[in-house]
């Protein structure tokens, strides 16, 4: 079982839809928690850190569930510029960061 | 802005040769670290160091060995390669205190 597992979609949604990816972590030692954002042929780059008591940018919202091992990222109003890999991604341990496979969204016009 | 980069983005080598991917940031960052991307796998970590001449194996680190002989360089050495190796590999860096990693643009390795 893959340490951090999420739906590898893809996810097609017009725009202006609201979309939600989900991610569940097996080690309930897992420090921290954010979602990376990853282009098609580019790095990941970091989207946003994942608290507790969730958090928001713009129209991104991210929220944790340590009782249930999960960790999820809502978008509001999709623009095609969404369109993208998102990785969830765990803190083991002071260095290393776990990273799922992927969840693949495509906005359509 | 944090700038890692990578010596190719695409390299193609023959089965048994030694390959050498290099990696350089620009932000004096204390820690760097090595993965390969596959379809379906995602990121796994192969080594990372926390310091010159310092480094820890990763999740993956068998057919590789790594080399840092100044802050910011850190090297990806493939003794010999094998047509498993074939992948996508990302070079990463981040300040001590940090978690947010900042990503190379990547060397996609061909190994026939």
């Known amino acids: 079982r893959k340490e951090v597992e999420q739906d590898p979609g893809p996810f097609n949604v017009p725009e202006g839809a609201t979309v939600a990816f989900n991610c569940t972590y097996s080690?309930?030692?897992?420090?921290?928690f954010f979602w990376y954002r990853q282009d098609c042929r580019k790095e990941p780059k970091l989207l946003m850190s994942?608290?507790?008591s969730g958090n928001e940018d713009g129209r991104f919202t991210a929220q944790l569930n340590r009782a249930s091992q999960y960790i999820s990222l809502l978008i509001r109003d999709s623009k095609l510029s969404d369109s993208a890999t998102y990785l969830c991604?765990?803190?083991?341990?002071?260095?290393?960061?776990?990273f799922g496979s992927g969840t693949r969204l495509l906005v359509r016009p | 802005d944090v700038k890692v980069t990578q010596s190719s983005r695409y390299l193609v080598k023959r089965t048994g040769e030694k390959v050498f991917l290099e990696c350089v940031q620009d932000m004096d960052h204390e820690n760097m670290f090595w993965y390969r991307q596959d379809p379906g796998l995602g990121l796994r970590l192969i080594y990372f160091s926390y310091d010159v001449k310092m480094k820890e194996k990763g999740d993956i680190p068998e057919g590789y060995s790594v080399s840092r002989e100044k802050k910011e360089r850190f090297s990806l050495i493939l003794e010999s390669a094998s047509t498993n190796q074939t992948s996508m590999y990302l070079c990463?860096?981040?300040?001590?205190?940090?978690?947010?990693?900042?990503f190379g643009p990547g060397t996609r390795l061909t190994v026939t």
């Open positions: 990463a860096s981040t300040e001590a205190s940090s978690y947010e990693q900042y």
């Open positions: 994942v608290y507790s």
């Open positions: 991604v765990v803190r083991r341990s002071s260095y290393k960061l776990i």
């Open positions: 080690n309930s030692a897992s420090q921290s």
